[in-house]
């Protein structure tokens, strides 16, 4: 057996590469820069000790076995955009999943998916034989990341989260052993694996069921800036009352050549350079004559000034309609650096509380101390709700709405910025602190949250999975980071 790894010595890979169908990225190697090109700058700059990219479920047992005997923490990625990067370690094995992207459908309508399958190649796949997965709203993300914190996108309403419909899962333990885990054999694996953020094991494959789509109608819906509070207000009338069939988002993001998140733009389609851009958008399970029935609340709003409403494809509609296109791209270079947290709202924002939500779009707009964002609202309701608080490793089914901030930052991030950042989001939950559950969405993870804050009193049954089958903490998850 080799001699574990002592600090400040270089590992010796030679055995893992014979047991690998494919092979170890060492520093400056294409494989290695490859597997560590996550979304966001500063994690860029992290150094792993090795990236493997694996071909299949065993390159992840045997890199999991090797690691073990060498006393070394192995992170797992699969792709797409976390936005703080948190997967690539330093002083850590990374396994780099985005190879492990098959994704077919079984004649009994079940989506056979691994984890670096992305939603645009199951749009590929899916969208000619009628059928679709409520994934994500972003074309770049993969599934293994998206099922780790539990999946909203614009059929939540209607079809739950992603994780709601996932049947079975192939799951690698940190000890290097293969179950296929499901509700019915090796039920707390299968629990933790769906909203656990990976603390127990790496999956490699999901059985995830389909659902039969045509077509539906997407929309979006551009508003003034000045009947901003009057549209956030409006909106959340429109959800209480709209039936599951309708998903939509509500978006103000700042805009202007040193505020908006793309630094080759000014801003989305249809903005004022410089002023906030409100923006609505999502889809209907139905025709166009329905959707716009629903909608005549906003599309009667005399602030409206863009408008897109088009049936087609449940895909087409999730991606085409994004309203900011750089989103869609992998590690891209002309995105500035951003920050990201999130709240769950529990009730409908009173108007002292929209005021709030208002603000701090304009804070990150107009103020010298911040450099732009985002605040966004998103439905967490009806089918989200449907399931109780302990039947996945996801708790948040008591919600209403899910809140996303973004905030940009310079490239060199100091002390100063994260401490007047994190004075931001205080003194916004101080104003909502009546409306929001103190939970948060794990996918949007921030420096401020804690384990508590994503998993609720689910964490003490995650930790005590996560010691079943991870007991010598080989990898790192948000619940045992480095």
């Known amino acids: 057996m080799p001699q574990k790894t002592t600090a400040g010595q270089s590992p010796d890979y030679t055995l893992l590469e014979n047991e690998l169908t494919c092979s170890v990225g060492h520093i400056g190697s294409t494989a290695y820069e490859a597997g560590r090109g996550v979304w966001n700058k500063q994690a860029r700059h992290r150094s792993p000790l ?36 948190f997967p690539v370690q330093p002083d850590t094995l990374l396994v780099d999943l985005s190879l492990l992207d ?37 074309g770049t993300v993969a599934m293994g990341g998206l099922l780790s914190g539990g999946g909203f996108g614009y059929a939540s309403r209607k079809l739950g989260l992603t994780i709601d419909s996932v049947a079975e899962a192939t799951i690698v333990t940190g000890g290097g052993d293969i179950i296929r885990a ?41 508003f003034k800036w000045q009947s901003a509070h009057e549209i ?36 989305p389609e249809g903005c004022t350079s410089g002023e906030p851009f409100v923006h609505v958008d999502g889809q209907f399970h139905g025709t166009k004559e329905d959707a716009e029935t629903l909608l005549a609340p906003l599309l009667n709003n005399p602030a409206l000034n863009q408008v897109v409403i088009r049936e087609e494809s449940y895909f087409e509609a999730m991606i085409d309609l994004i309203p900011v296109p750089s989103l869609n791209e992998a590690a891209p270079d002309n995105v500035r650096p951003l920050r990201v947290a999130s709240d769950f709202v529990a009730r409908k924002l009173s108007p002292d509380q929209i005021d709030a939500f208002v603000e701090f779009v304009e804070a990150v707009q107009y103020s010298p101390d911040f450099w732009g964002g985002c605040a966004l609202l998103e439905p967490a309701d009806i089918a989200v709700c449907s399931r109780a608080t302990s039947d996945t490793a996801f708790p948040h089914r008591n919600a209403f709405l899910l809140a996303q ?16 950042l994190d004075q931001l989001l205080g003194r916004l939950r101080t104003r909502l602190s009546s409306a929001i559950t103190g939970g948060r969405y794990l996918n949007y993870a921030d420096q401020l949250d804690t384990p508590q804050n994503w998993w609720g009193e689910n964490a003490n049954r995650l930790a005590e999975t996560a010691a079943t089958y991870d007991p010598n903490r080989i990898l790192v998850s948000r619940l045992h980071p480095l």
């Open 50 to 85: 090795a990236v493997v990219r694996p071909t299949g479920t065993q390159d992840v047992a045997r890199t999991l076995r090797w690691a073990g005997k060498e006393g070394l923490r192995v992170s797992a990625r699969s792709g797409g955009h976390s936005f703080d990067g």
């Open 102 to 138: 098959d994704a077919s459908l079984d004649n009994e309508g079940v989506a056979h998916l691994q984890p670096g399958a992305r939603v645009q190649r199951l749009a590929e796949a899916f969208s000619p034989k009628g059928r679709a997965l409520p994934t994500g709203d972003c």
């Open 182 to 222: 499901s509700r019915s054999h090796q039920p707390d694996l299968f629990w933790a694996a769906v909203g656990g953020g990976g603390t127990a094991g790496i999956a490699t494959e999901f059985l995830i069921r389909s659902f039969p789509v045509e077509k539906v109608t997407g929309f979006g819906l551009g």
């Open 232 to 267: 956030v207000a409006a909106y959340q009338d429109l959800l209480m009352a709209a039936p599951a069939e309708l998903d939509l988002k509500l978006k103000i993001r700042s805009t202007g050549p040193d505020r908006f998140l793309d630094v080759n733009s000014c801003g």
């Open 405 to 420: 901030w973004e905030m940009i930052h310079p490239v060199e991030v100091t002390d100063d910025v994260m401490t007047r």
